[in-house]
């Protein structure tokens, strides 16, 4: 029998779902790497280390979150009517048909809102080339023949810059005036025009290398794993990032740059989504009191929650891939939505123009990849076998099961009780796939509310 011994520490890259704590493993076969629920009713992140004597250290993940705040008026005496000086940024690939991003949009509640939405829309390319005494460059001014409040200006700029994640350069300051029956608004660029365009170049660019590798003919849920593990492998939590590090905010800086927070990555996830043709928005809300972002994506006609960030972890885990409200609520706060707030609450940023029911779990990802447990067995299952291995063999460190039946026991009989199942799977496995792993060195994360199980490997 071979005997698994797991030293893996998971440390989340960014807004986590809780504390990182180092225990002394007390049972007398794995040494266990896993998430464990706490009293926040979710997975927690637990890192076992055989030898050591129990400790723990908690590392909170901070929500990073740019909200959008009005500044001063005083641009309002001669702001220059700006030409086009940044090229439109890509909206499609030739794969795929564009899916549109316009579900915050459709959900504004007045047409005067909408309105400044499309003035926006026409003009988020006039950036000046001269600096305003902020340090930004200047949109032209955006004026509607309709008198708004500064809360609905507040609300349609947020549903510009959630529907359209390719544009990476408005900052989240703005300027407001209303008279008589007009109402201006003045935004600004973190970068000037050369910048914006050198910028959009390479993020087109990345793009469509990206998509030149997709296999042609995978459907809408096999397009999402494929998006997500490349975010996974490309990009990296920006521990530093702060006020100078507006791009780790961008779909740019995922994708480009290869680091990001959680509204980063999440930008990123729903520019991609759209090139495939993948409806996807953004949900902001809160984790501990800390800002936090992740997506709403539609596959097969439904919602669900994705958190890029909250999987990327040292090894990719899918406890919050496409997921339903009930299981996100475990360890997600979500802001409420504008219509049900008085506006002196729109300033803080805290709400959600779109926020559709997420109550399927058809599109899961243990339901639709897990390898089905249904049975504690302890003999070697062909069809258990023969996926495991083509996993294997495709080099897939990450490998999730979906637990049917009592959890609790079956997980318990796969890693905790002699003869271990776990060890026999991936023995048997090993031998299908001609691929050798380190049996030393797996360790695997629960998730009772998924009823799934992931395990991770290491090939020698």
Same mark, same amino acid.
């Given at each position: 029998m071979c005997l698994l011994a797991v030293t893996v520490f998971l440390l989340f890259n960014g807004c986590s779902a809780a504390g990182i704590q180092q225990i002394q493993n007390t049972f007398d076969?794995?040494?266990?790497?896993?998430?464990?629920?706490?009293?926040?009713?979710?997975?927690?992140?637990?890192?076992?280390?055989?030898?050591?004597?129990?400790?723990?250290?908690?590392?909170?993940?901070?929500?990073?979150?740019?909200?959008?705040?009005?500044?001063?008026?005083?641009?309002?005496?001669?702001?220059?009517?700006?030409?086009?000086?940044?090229?439109?940024?890509?909206?499609?690939?030739?794969?795929?048909?564009?899916?549109?991003?316009?579900?915050?949009?459709?959900?504004?509640?007045?047409?005067a809102e909408k309105d400044l939405y499309d003035e926006i829309n026409k003009n988020i390319c006039r950036v000046s080339n001269h600096k305003s005494a902020d340090g930004y460059y200047p949109v032209t001014r955006i004026t509607i023949p309709e008198k708004i409040s *500064?809360?609905?200006?507040?609300?349609? #700029?947020?549903?510009? &810059?959630? +529907?359209?994640?390719?544009?990476?350069?408005?900052?989240? %300051?703005?300027?407001?005036?209303s008279s008589g029956n007009k109402t201006a608004i003045q935004l600004y660029s973190a970068f000037s025009p050369s910048e914006c365009n050198a910028k959009t170049k390479r993020l087109n660019s990345a793009a469509k290398s990206l998509f030149q590798s997709v296999p042609l003919g995978l459907n809408d849920f096999d397009r999402? *794993?494929?998006?997500?593990?490349?975010? #996974?492998?490309?990009? &990296?939590? +920006?521990?530093?990032?702060?006020?100078?590090?507006?791009? %780790?905010y961008t779909a740019y800086g995922a994708i480009v740059d290869g680091k990001a927070v959680c509204e980063g990555y999440s930008r990123a996830m729903q520019l991609l989504a759209g090139y495939a043709g993948i409806p996807c928005t953004l949900v902001s809300g809160s984790y501990?009191?800390?800002?936090?972002?992740?997506?709403?994506?539609?596959?097969?006609?439904?919602?669900?929650?994705?958190?890029?960030?909250?999987?990327?972890?040292?090894?990719?885990?899918?406890?919050?891939?496409?997921?339903?409200?009930?299981?996100?609520?475990?360890?997600?706060?979500?802001?409420?939505?504008?219509?049900?707030?008085?506006?002196?609450?729109?300033?803080?940023?805290?709400?959600n123009i779109f926020y559709p029911k997420c109550s399927s779990v058809k599109d899961n990802y243990f339901r639709r990849k897990g390898i089905e447990v249904t049975s504690v067995k302890y003999s070697v299952d062909s069809a258990q076998e023969k996926v495991l291995a083509a996993k294997m063999k495709a080099g897939k460190s990450s490998i999730a099961f979906s637990i049917y039946g009592d959890y609790d026991k079956t997980v318990s009989c796969m890693t905790k009780q002699k003869p271990y199942l776990l060890d026999l799977w991936l023995a048997s496995a090993e031998k299908a796939s001609n691929r050798k792993i380190d049996l030393s060195n797996v360790s695997f994360v629960t998730d009772k509310h998924d009823r799934g199980l992931t395990i991770f490997i290491r090939y020698r």
């Amino acid at each position: 029998m071979c005997l698994l011994a797991v030293t893996v520490f998971l440390l989340f890259n960014g807004c986590s779902a809780a504390g990182i704590q180092q225990i002394q493993n007390t049972f007398d076969r794995f040494n266990e790497s896993f998430f464990q629920a706490d009293n926040d009713g979710k997975d927690n992140s637990n890192a076992i280390s055989p030898n050591s004597g129990a400790s723990s250290a908690t590392e909170e993940k901070k929500g990073k979150v740019q909200n959008f705040k009005c500044i001063s008026d005083k641009f309002f005496s001669g702001s220059p009517v700006v030409k086009k000086t940044v090229s439109e940024p890509m909206t499609s690939v030739p794969q795929y048909n564009a899916a549109s991003h316009k579900e915050n949009y459709q959900n504004l509640p007045t047409r005067a809102e909408k309105d400044l939405y499309d003035e926006i829309n026409k003009n988020i390319c006039r950036v000046s080339n001269h600096k305003s005494a902020d340090g930004y460059y200047p949109v032209t001014r955006i004026t509607i023949p309709e008198k708004i409040s *500064e809360a609905e200006s507040h609300v349609a #700029i947020s549903a510009y &810059t959630c +529907d359209n994640p390719q544009v990476f350069w408005i900052v989240g %300051s703005y300027g407001y005036m209303s008279s008589g029956n007009k109402t201006a608004i003045q935004l600004y660029s973190a970068f000037s025009p050369s910048e914006c365009n050198a910028k959009t170049k390479r993020l087109n660019s990345a793009a469509k290398s990206l998509f030149q590798s997709v296999p042609l003919g995978l459907n809408d849920f096999d397009r999402e *794993e494929y998006l997500f593990d490349y975010l #996974i492998k490309h990009c &990296t939590y +920006d521990e530093t990032a702060g006020n100078n590090s507006w791009l %780790s905010y961008t779909a740019y800086g995922a994708i480009v740059d290869g680091k990001a927070v959680c509204e980063g990555y999440s930008r990123a996830m729903q520019l991609l989504a759209g090139y495939a043709g993948i409806p996807c928005t953004l949900v902001s809300g809160s984790y501990n009191g800390e800002g936090h972002m992740w997506n709403l994506i539609k596959i097969g006609g439904y919602w669900y929650h994705l958190d890029v960030t909250w999987c990327d972890t040292s090894i990719p885990i899918y406890n919050y891939y496409n997921v339903s409200d009930k299981i996100i609520q475990q360890t997600h706060s979500v802001y409420k939505a504008v219509s049900a707030l008085p506006a002196s609450a729109v300033e803080s940023g805290q709400f959600n123009i779109f926020y559709p029911k997420c109550s399927s779990v058809k599109d899961n990802y243990f339901r639709r990849k897990g390898i089905e447990v249904t049975s504690v067995k302890y003999s070697v299952d062909s069809a258990q076998e023969k996926v495991l291995a083509a996993k294997m063999k495709a080099g897939k460190s990450s490998i999730a099961f979906s637990i049917y039946g009592d959890y609790d026991k079956t997980v318990s009989c796969m890693t905790k009780q002699k003869p271990y199942l776990l060890d026999l799977w991936l023995a048997s496995a090993e031998k299908a796939s001609n691929r050798k792993i380190d049996l030393s060195n797996v360790s695997f994360v629960t998730d009772k509310h998924d009823r799934g199980l992931t395990i991770f490997i290491r090939y020698r």
